[in-house]
């Protein structure tokens, strides 16, 4: 069974910074598009940043430029993004998720928490 597990969520200061993990089981990244995804409840999901698996490319959402860094390890199998000044806009749940050929962005995780609050 496919699988991408989330981690490193959790509850954060304003101006604070996470790290959230994303890890495949069933499967390997090799070349695959890796992406982040978050999701706020009523609201769809939407893209935060993607790292390209040929040449390593990356995009970053206007919102998180500047402030967050995506990165993978093909040895390791995962995928990170270090989010830094974090606000409370940036409340969401994260995903991860890859452009796999089978089932294209399809692997949804159950996603990390991440709540900017004082």
């Known amino acids: 069974e496919k699988l991408l597990v989330e981690s490193g969520g959790g509850l954060v200061q304003p101006g604070g910074s996470l790290t959230l993990a994303c890890t495949a089981s069933?499967?390997?990244?090799?070349?695959?598009?890796i992406g982040w995804f978050r999701q706020v409840p009523g609201k769809e999901r939407e893209g935060v940043s993607c790292?390209?698996?040929?040449?390593?490319?990356?995009y970053y959402d206007d919102s998180a430029s500047g402030r967050f860094t995506i990165s993978r390890d093909k040895d390791k199998n995962m995928a990170w993004l270090q989010m830094n000044s974090l606000k409370p806009e940036d409340t969401a749940v994260y995903y991860c998720?890859?452009?796999?050929?089978?089932?294209?962005?399809?692997?949804w995780g159950q996603g990390t928490q991440v709540t900017v609050s004082s």
């Open positions: 998720n890859a452009d796999t050929p089978d089932v294209p962005w399809g692997y």
């Open positions: 069933g499967f390997t990244f090799d070349d695959y598009a």
């Open positions: 790292i390209s698996g040929s040449d390593g490319s990356i």
